[in-house]
C-alpha cells in the first residue's frame, strides 16, 4: 500500500471511530497523529533496512504485530494519563491499520495469506533479504513502476479501488469532519 492509502484507510477508521465513540470528528491534534503513525513503519523499517541494511527486508520491527500491539497498548496508557487519549488512539489506530492495509493489500495482489500474514509476523516470520546494492531510491522507483505496469493488468479496476477508493472516501469524510488540522497549520504559519 502507498502513502496516501495509509493515511486514508486510518483516517476514514478514525474519523468513523470518533463519530461513533466520542461523537464528534476528530480534533486536529489527533488526525496529525494518526498521519504520521499510517507512515511509522515504513519510515521505520524501510531506511533500516534499504539505507542502513540492519535488517534484510523492509517490513521488520515497525510491522511487527509482537511490537506494534504492545507499543500501540503502552501509547493509549500514557495518552489516558496524560488526558490526551484521543490522540494516543489516533496513533495507535494509524500503526495497527498500516499493518491491517499492508496484510490486506497483500492478499488483494493474490498472495496467499501465509504471505500477507508474514508481514507482520517479524521475527518469527522473514522475507529472503534485499540485494543489498540497490539504492533506496532505485528500490522506490522499481515499486513504482510495478504499481503501475499493475494497473495496465485486469487488476487494475480492484487495485484502483484499493489505493483510491479509501482516499476518495477519506477525503469526503475529512470535508465533512471540518478539515481538521487545517486550522492549526494556520495558526503555525502565522505564528
Aim: aromatic share 14%.
Amino acid at each position: 500500500m502507498w502513502p496516501w492509502g495509509h493515511a486514508a484507510f486510518g483516517y476514514v477508521l478514525v474519523s468513523l471511530g470518533s463519530r461513533l465513540i466520542r461523537g464528534k470528528p476528530p480534533s486536529g491534534a489527533a488526525v496529525f497523529a494518526l498521519l504520521f503513525a499510517t507512515q511509522l513503519p515504513d519510515l521505520v523499517d524501510k531506511p533500516l533496512s534499504w539505507v542502513f541494511h540492519l535488517f534484510p527486508q523492509g517490513v521488520s520491527v515497525a510491522h511487527s504485530v509482537f511490537v506494534a500491539v504492545p507499543l500501540g497498548l503502552l501509547v493509549v496508557v500514557a495518552a489516558y494519563r496524560l488526558q490526551r487519549l484521543e490522540v494516543g488512539a489516533a496513533f495507535t489506530v494509524g500503526w495497527w491499520s498500516h499493518l491491517v492495509g499492508d496484510v490486506g493489500t497483500a492478499l488483494l495482489y493474490g498472495f496467499g495469506p501465509e504471505f500477507a500474514l508474514k508481514r507482520v509476523l517479524w521475527p518469527v516470520a522473514t522475507f529472503p533479504p534485499y540485494d543489498d546494492q540497490q539504492l533506496a531510491l532505485e528500490r522506490i522507483a522499481e515499486y513504482l513502476g510495478e504499481f503501475l505496469a499493475t494497473l495496465s493488468t485486469g487488476q487494475q479496476l480492484g487495485l484502483l479501488a484499493v489505493y483510491f477508493g479509501p482516499f476518495f472516501v477519506a477525503f469526503l469524510l475529512w470535508l465533512v469532519d471540518g478539515a481538521p488540522g487545517v486550522r492549526e497549520l494556520r495558526n503555525l504559519a502565522n505564528s
